[in-house]
């Protein structure tokens, strides 16, 4: 496959995220999403997404070329700051494949990071704005041999939090481990510490991530109109 590199094992291909979008036959939407978080000190929480908040971009046997994911926006005031950020786990390279007929298999998602950016307002009115491509960010890791590379692996037909189980066309499940949540600049130790102030732990390093993620049935797209979608929400090239 065009851009393909061999990764951590010698039978999973991955490819940089949105490099194919243009070549995406099938598109998979999510259902809803659940995120859950565990940190080391306090209590657990969650993130709900609803549909299409995820999509997964194939070709016609499956082949996964593509991973949107998902972006929540968040807006708080700390130690006399206001935020107003987008938060959005970013996919670096992507495989995997899935049966188009029964919904089985593994997606592969390598180079995982928690990615915040957006506005801050100082208490004395001054602005600072930070693109995605300066983002504060947290990488996350596997939980069981400690590489970048995580596998959402298909489980039991199900729906979590607000998903209609008839809408439902295949389940995955994947965990994972942040790492450092150090930052080059007080400003974006500042945006992790309004998230955490939203979500207490969710920005911290050593939390522990779980994923629901129920997909819809496999829709024919162009592969335009898919980059259209990626382009929309600043993925891809």
Not at 15 to 22: C, R
Not at 55 to 75: H, T, W
Not at 99 to 106: F, R, Y
Not at 199 to 218: M, V
Request: hydrophobic share 35%.
């Amino acid at each position: 496959m065009e851009n393909a590199v061999v990764s951590y094992e010698e039978d999973i291909r991955l490819h940089e995220n949105h490099s194919l979008d243009s070549e995406v036959k099938l598109i998979l939407e999510a259902e809803d999403v659940v995120f859950q978080y565990d940190p080391i000190d306090g209590n657990s929480g969650q993130l709900l997404f609803g549909q299409s908040i995820v999509s997964v971009g194939a070709d016609k046997q499956g082949n996964i070329l593509s991973f949107i994911c998902p972006q929540r926006s968040f807006e708080t005031e700390f130690a006399g700051y206001k935020l107003t950020l987008k938060g959005e786990v970013e996919v670096g390279q992507v495989g995997g494949a899935i049966d188009t007929v029964t919904g089985e298999g593994n997606i592969y998602g390598d180079e995982l990071k928690w990615l915040f950016w957006g506005n801050i307002t100082t208490p004395n009115g001054g602005s600072y704005g930070f693109t995605k491509d300066e983002a504060a960010f947290i990488p996350i890791r596997d939980t069981d041999n400690n590489s970048g590379l995580l596998t959402l692996s298909s489980i039991e037909r199900s729906a979590h939090g607000s998903g209609n189980i008839e809408n439902v066309f295949s389940s995955y499940f994947v965990s994972g481990l942040q790492g450092s949540a150090t930052q080059d600049s007080f400003l974006k130790d500042l945006m992790l510490q309004g998230i955490n102030l939203l979500h207490p732990g969710l920005a911290t390093e050593g939390t522990a991530l779980q994923w629901n993620i129920d997909l819809q049935h496999p829709t024919p797209i162009s592969g335009s109109d898919y980059e259209d979608i990626g382009h929309s929400l600043h993925m891809g090239h």
